[in-house]
């Protein structure tokens, strides 16, 4: 004879409590940046003559490229959400690996830029800037590497994190399902049948009695096109949150070091 | 079995696409204003077109528009406290 049992399971979550708990952590974000952007404008300020021939030097195509690129990025970011909202994830897939690859390409350009700059003997501490460069300059460009490096690192962070995120929306989520004392009781001396072959294996077959404290039940979860672990939308949405700040200061960054000659 | 989210709002893509088109625009935009010469006036222009910019992104892409509106009273909070400490710097700069 089969007893069927029912019992619910409860999953909580917290959509804005997790969204609170993003803006949280990017605000101390904004104030590291804030910090150094702080300095660049008292330098600036001081030595705006050093800091318009300085930015001579910088690639004005090479960093309107990257801003187009990083733009690009925030965009597909917005759209792989957009998509695993909808509960597409095959096309959210497609975007989130686009953004990754986006953010790659603009690292590869950043190495170019820098490694185009080092050839040529600009780097904190060189001969040529400690020798032929007046001060401002050599703040400009002790700014420039630490400002565009240390958005460099949270763009590498950022693929970290997104290619993470491209793990987590597509793995089959598993769940294990605990039934309280109270509700145990309530299948007092019924059976739990282990694995798939239990009816024909006797072993298998656990009987639950007053020794049962707890019973957990582990459900395996299969991915199909539109249903899946509905509590990864919030986790890409607050990855999104990270990528777009991270494109937020680049687009301080561009004008303010590329386009001031 | 898992209780319902709260019904979210969803943006059509549409929308991120004309944002995305605008963005490139106002990028267009600045590198245009820098090489004429405006002079003091130019580092207002490209921090009010970034500003601009980083307006869009952070309403449309970052979603600030249809979230709460605890979310802009933090962002606010933040960026007053920026400001503080921008002035405060500058004061002490200019004066010293």
Same mark, same amino acid.
């Given at each position: 004879?089969?007893?069927?049992?029912?019992?619910?399971?409860?999953?909580?979550?917290?959509?804005?409590?997790?969204?609170?708990?993003?803006?949280?952590?990017?605000?101390?974000?904004?104030?590291?940046?804030?910090?150094?952007?702080?300095?660049?404008?008292?330098?600036?300020?001081?030595?705006?003559?050093?800091?318009?021939?300085?930015?001579?030097?910088?690639?004005?195509?090479?960093?309107?490229?990257?801003?187009?690129?990083?733009?690009?990025?925030?965009?597909?970011?917005?759209?792989?959400?957009?998509?695993?909202?909808?509960?597409?994830?095959?096309?959210?897939?497609?975007?989130?690996?686009?953004?990754?690859?986006?953010?790659?390409?603009?690292?590869?350009?950043?190495?170019?830029?820098?490694?185009?700059?080092?050839?040529?003997?600009?780097?904190?501490?060189?001969?040529?800037?400690?020798?032929?460069?007046?001060?401002?300059?050599?703040?400009?460009?002790?700014?420039?590497?630490?400002?565009?490096?240390?958005?460099?690192?949270?763009?590498?962070?950022?693929?970290?994190?997104?290619?993470?995120?491209?793990?987590?929306?597509?793995?089959?989520?598993?769940?294990?399902?605990?039934?309280?004392?109270?509700?145990?009781?309530?299948?007092?001396?019924?059976?739990?049948?282990?694995?798939?072959?239990?009816?024909?294996?006797?072993?298998?077959?656990?009987?639950?009695?007053?020794?049962?404290?707890?019973?957990?039940?582990?459900?395996?979860?299969?991915?199909?096109?539109?249903?899946?672990?509905?509590?990864?939308?919030?986790?890409?949405?607050?990855?999104?949150?990270?990528?777009?700040?991270?494109?937020?200061?680049?687009?301080?960054?561009?004008?303010?070091?590329?386009?001031?000659? | 079995?898992?209780?319902?989210?709260?019904?979210?709002?969803?943006?059509?893509?549409?929308?991120?696409?004309?944002?995305?088109?605008?963005?490139?625009?106002?990028?267009?935009?600045?590198?245009?204003?820098?090489?004429?010469?405006?002079?003091?006036?130019?580092?207002?222009?490209?921090?009010?077109?970034?500003?601009?910019?980083?307006?869009?992104?952070?309403?449309? $892409?970052?979603?600030?528009?249809?979230?709460?509106?605890? $979310?802009?009273?933090?962002?606010?909070?933040?960026?007053?406290?920026?400001?503080?400490?921008?002035?405060?710097?500058?004061?002490?700069?200019?004066?010293?």
């Amino acid at each position: 004879m089969t007893v069927t049992t029912e019992f619910a399971v409860e999953k909580h979550s917290d959509h804005t409590g997790a969204k609170i708990g993003m803006w949280l952590f990017l605000f101390t974000e904004l104030l590291l940046f804030g910090g150094v952007f702080i300095l660049y404008s008292v330098y600036r300020y001081k030595y705006a003559q050093d800091f318009h021939i300085a930015a001579f030097e910088l690639n004005k195509v090479m960093g309107a490229v990257n801003t187009i690129i990083l733009l690009t990025s925030s965009l597909t970011m917005a759209l792989s959400i957009g998509a695993l909202q909808r509960y597409n994830r095959k096309l959210a897939n497609i975007f989130l690996v686009s953004t990754i690859l986006l953010a790659v390409l603009f690292l590869v350009n950043k190495y170019f830029e820098w490694g185009a700059k080092i050839d040529h003997g600009i780097y904190p501490g060189s001969k040529l800037m400690e020798s032929s460069f007046n001060y401002g300059e050599n703040l400009f460009f002790g700014l420039y590497y630490s400002m565009t490096g240390l958005h460099g690192v949270h763009v590498i962070v950022g693929i970290v994190l997104l290619t993470v995120m491209l793990y987590i929306i597509n793995k089959e989520p598993g769940s294990v399902y605990v039934i309280e004392p109270k509700r145990a009781r309530e299948m007092e001396g019924s059976r739990i049948m282990l694995g798939k072959n239990a009816s024909t294996n006797p072993q298998d077959i656990a009987l639950i009695d007053d020794t049962v404290r707890r019973v957990e039940i582990s459900v395996r979860h299969y991915n199909t096109e539109k249903t899946f672990d509905r509590s990864n939308i919030i986790k890409l949405e607050n990855s999104g949150l990270y990528w777009h700040l991270v494109d937020i200061i680049w687009i301080f960054l561009f004008p303010l070091f590329y386009l001031i000659t | 079995m898992a209780h319902q989210e709260p019904e979210q709002h969803i943006v059509s893509y549409g929308t991120y696409v004309l944002v995305w088109l605008g963005l490139l625009v106002l990028t267009g935009l600045t590198v245009a204003v820098a090489g004429t010469d405006l002079g003091n006036f130019s580092v207002w222009m490209a921090i009010l077109i970034a500003g601009i910019k980083s307006l869009l992104v952070l309403f449309i $892409f970052m979603h600030i528009r249809y979230e709460s509106q605890l $979310f802009t009273v933090m962002i606010l909070i933040v960026l007053f406290a920026l400001v503080i400490f921008i002035s405060l710097t500058f004061f002490d700069v200019s004066y010293r």
